[in-house]
């Protein structure tokens, strides 16, 4: 791996009220990342410890998956109090200290919200199903009476997204069988309803809330939901996040509570941001979400999804640029979260074999993880040279593979009970991850780990990471380094060059250019410093495939 020369480029400032638009921002998968008090779940004492960490690491901010008091039916997205914190993570007092404690290191705190539905323990439903049919209770979500006789059909043929229907009935005050009740994901998730007022007026509540702690900004999950068709009508044929009308995705109406949302951040100083979960096949209806008035940034699914095929790249960050720049949004760029398989696993296998990003896609494919690791490299020097923002899932820095065998009766994933126990789900990405040491807990706390880690950990802890010059995290920090003292990188225009066949090339501003060898022969490269590369060059200075490396052109 080449040193990076001392350029003496200024630094990036911290406080540009348009941060977001250049952003590296760290995901916390809180029960996963650090356990402070021993008792093997991850919590705010164990993320606050691990802050000089990430500042060492050099990323702008940190994404916190929801931290609010839930059952965890579905990893804490099932929320029962969107203003206070879950006990088992620490106090509001705690979440305060972190906040804090990160702004005086330079790193800005993104949180989770949930909008389209609560736990069924959040003290709404309860209040829902005592109250009975017609009541102001039962209208904040989505009842219904049952079709057929004596109701004893769902109301239309919606079905979850953790698989089975999408309704369950409930048994009214009476004791008799009563109305039903929609969840889109999981049973004890039910849909809140965005035609009443007071949904309304309780999310704008939880957004002050927050941001007058010091929040920086929400990630929004499922920002494409919210709003049903009126009269709920059947599906049908039509499948999810596919073009064309659908009448629980992507509705019109959801646009006109975003823009109530940018009002409220735009009265804070700094004004505080937005980053949506929207899957949205269509370029332009995608792009609403992102316009001045609505949404600052979107996650890039697409990219996400791209084949390792150097054509399949290349035409997923054109048309995601291109897509961009009809509303001026800076895209973001993101490998892996908490609900697709780890990259270096999925680049581990045959491109060409069509697997998804799901776990169950990969089963029983043959995987090289030498061989994706070394692609995860240089998919990290791409997307940190790419406009716009970027995404860091923990422990992509520590280049660690999908946990694909975890024991079935560990597995706590919803899609695993509701499929059956036929699809195994989310759980190999969520494993806790290794700090140090050659055996489990491997400095994740002192107790066992709510999900079990891998004795192969051993090779991806931190801590030995860290005393390899060569490792993926010396990588990840040294890239993410220079691309902060460089001003060519972040937002900004990106111009193709001309590359062979398997391989990228592009140059920014000031003399930037990244070359990405995908698939071809060894390339020679322009006469031109080499600032970074993923992996070693060829005995006669070439690229060879699977490698990508940052010049500063003359």
């Not at 609010?68 to 990893?75: C, E, G, N, T, V």
């Not at 800005?108 to 009541?135: K, Q, Y």
């Not at 096949?281 to 979400?289: Q, T, V």
């Amino acid at each position: 791996m080449a040193a990076p020369a001392d350029r003496n480029l200024p630094v990036n400032d911290p406080d540009d009220a348009a941060w977001w638009r250049s952003a590296v921002i760290y995901q916390v998968y809180i029960r996963s990342f650090a356990d402070g008090n021993g008792d093997g779940v991850g919590d705010i004492a164990g993320l606050r410890d691990r802050l000089p960490y990430l500042a060492d690491l050099g990323v702008d901010a940190v994404w916190i998956n929801p931290w609010y008091p839930s059952p965890l039916a579905d990893a804490g997205y099932d929320v029962s109090d969107y203003r206070a914190i879950e006990p088992r993570f620490g106090t509001l007092a705690d979440a305060e200290a972190l906040i804090a404690d990160a702004h005086e290191r330079g790193m800005r705190i993104i949180l989770d919200i949930v909008p389209n539905h609560t736990s069924s323990a959040h003290v709404w439903f309860g209040e829902a199903l005592r109250a009975g049919p017609g009541s102001p209770e039962r209208d904040r979500y989505v009842f219904r009476p049952g079709c057929g006789p004596g109701g004893d059909e769902p109301p239309n043929d919606w079905k979850a997204m953790f698989g089975g229907g999408a309704w369950t009935r409930v048994t009214e005050p009476d004791g008799t069988p009563g109305e039903w009740y929609l969840h889109l994901f999981d049973v004890e998730q039910p849909d809140l309803n965005w035609e009443n007022p007071e949904v309304h007026a309780d999310f704008e509540q939880t957004l002050r809330f927050w941001f007058d702690r010091g929040v920086d900004g929400f990630r929004i999950d499922v920002a494409n939901s919210l709003v049903k068709e009126a009269g709920l009508p059947d599906v049908g044929t039509r499948r999810n996040h596919e073009p064309g009308p659908h009448p629980h995705w992507d509705r019109d109406e959801v646009h006109d509570v975003y823009r109530d949302w940018r009002r409220i951040a735009d009265t804070y100083d700094p004004p505080r941001v937005f980053v949506a979960e929207a899957w949205v096949p269509e370029a332009d209806r995608f792009a609403r979400y992102l316009r001045a008035d609505e949404l600052h940034t979107a996650f890039n699914f697409d990219f996400l999804q791209a084949a390792w095929l150097a054509p399949a790249l290349k035409e997923s960050v054109t048309r995601t640029l291109r897509e961009h720049s009809v509303v001026g949004a800076p895209p973001t760029w993101v490998l892996s979260n908490h609900d697709v398989a780890r990259h270096v696993s999925r680049l581990a296998r045959d491109p060409d074999a069509g697997i998804g990003t799901s776990l169950d896609s990969m089963i029983g494919t043959a995987a090289d993880l030498e061989l994706g690791l070394r692609r995860a490299r240089a998919a990290a020097l791409l997307i940190f040279a790419l406009p716009g923002g970027a995404y860091v899932y923990q422990g992509d820095e520590l280049g660690l593979p999908e946990v694909e065998d975890l024991p079935p009766d560990v597995l706590d994933d919803p899609t695993w009970r509701r499929s059956g126990h036929t699809e195994r789900g989310r759980d190999g990405c969520r494993v806790p991850i290794p700090w140090s040491g050659d055996a489990p807990p491997f400095g994740f706390g002192e107790g066992e780990p709510w999900l079990p880690q891998p004795e192969w950990f051993a090779e991806h802890t931190a801590e030995g990471l860290a005393k390899d010059p060569d490792s993926i995290l010396n990588l990840y920090r040294l890239a993410l380094r220079l691309r902060r003292e460089n001003p060519a990188l972040g937002d900004g225009p990106l111009t193709w060059l001309d590359a062979p066949e398997g391989a990228l090339a592009f140059a920014r501003d000031r003399g930037f250019v990244l070359v990405l060898n995908v698939s071809a022969e060894p390339l020679p490269l322009p006469d031109a410093e080499i600032i970074l590369a993923s992996g070693p060059l060829t005995e006669d200075a070439r690229v060879p495939a699977d490698t990508a490396v940052w010049l500063a052109a003359p």
